[in-house]
């Protein structure tokens, strides 16, 4: 099975910052990489997919970049909205794996 | 609009089952596939199947196979996911996704993503 790791687990950021998280696949996963958000107590919420789209209604400040095996997420000015936990998921092979997560917390 | 409403918490005993719903709307329930992901209290997603409610095919987990059982219901644009023989490390919220794939996919893996989840249902196993 593939594994996904991401880091780091948890980070402490500002209002204002720019905040990089990357994900890293155990093998070649070519473009098929997409990012999540999920906030306490809710459903997580589809951020980008195939490594670099946008998905509708989420605001431009996200992106993502990378292929093969190396992926980052970016939010390029953190707003207060964005805190919560971010989910990597490949989908190139089942079982569709995660990666652990990376908690955003306020600094 | 795209949804998907879960059917609500559950407490179960260990060596129970358990079986939750995914009622969709909004579209073609036979268009798309579904996945179903956990979570446990405190921890990350874990991936558990999929299913592809035209053709009735499932994947599931190795983790889980033998034990889960993914169905889809057309006439009523409901999936089911069932989990047997619970045990206390089954306590978890249980999610539905659809999944959207990719135009064109000929051959090899298709790009796939989880664009509409449902709300999650909590299943709790103890004694």
């Known amino acids: 099975d593939i594994q996904m790791t991401q880091s780091p687990s948890s980070l402490a950021a500002s209002v204002g910052d720019r905040v990089t998280i990357t994900c890293r696949a155990s093998?070649?996963?070519?473009?098929?990489l997409n990012w999540y958000q999920q906030k306490l107590g809710r459903a997580p919420r589809l951020l980008i997919y195939?490594?670099?789209s946008l998905q509708s209604g989420v605001p431009s400040r996200f992106s993502g970049n990378g292929s093969g095996t190396d992926f980052t997420l970016t939010i390029s000015s953190l707003q207060p909205d964005d805190f919560a936990t971010y989910y990597c998921?490949?989908?190139?092979?089942?079982?569709?794996?995660f990666g652990g997560g990376t908690r955003v917390e306020i600094k | 609009q795209v949804q998907l409403v879960q059917s609500g918490a559950e407490a179960k005993k260990p060596g129970a089952s358990m079986k939750v719903s995914c009622k969709t709307s909004?579209?073609?329930?036979?268009?798309?596939?579904l996945q179903w992901v956990r979570q446990a209290p405190g921890q990350g997603l874990e991936w558990m199947g999929r299913?592809?409610?035209?053709?009735?095919?499932?994947t599931y987990a190795q983790k889980f196979q033998g034990r889960v059982t993914m169905t889809g219901d057309s006439s009523m644009n409901t999936a089911y996911m069932e989990l047997d023989r619970l045990t206390f490390d089954d306590t978890a919220v249980y999610f539905c996704?659809?999944?959207?794939?990719?135009?064109?996919?000929?051959?090899?893996?298709?790009?796939?993503?989880?664009?509409?989840w449902g709300q999650g249902t909590l299943v709790t196993v103890s004694s």
């Open positions: 996704a659809r999944e959207t794939e990719a135009w064109g996919c000929i051959g090899g893996p298709c790009l796939n993503w989880l664009d509409f």
């Open positions: 909004g579209y073609i329930f036979t268009g798309y596939s």
């Open positions: 299913i592809n409610p035209d053709s009735g095919a499932t």
């Open positions: 093998e070649s996963i070519g473009n098929h």
């Open positions: 195939v490594v670099s």
């Open positions: 998921q490949e989908s190139h092979t089942t079982p569709f794996a």
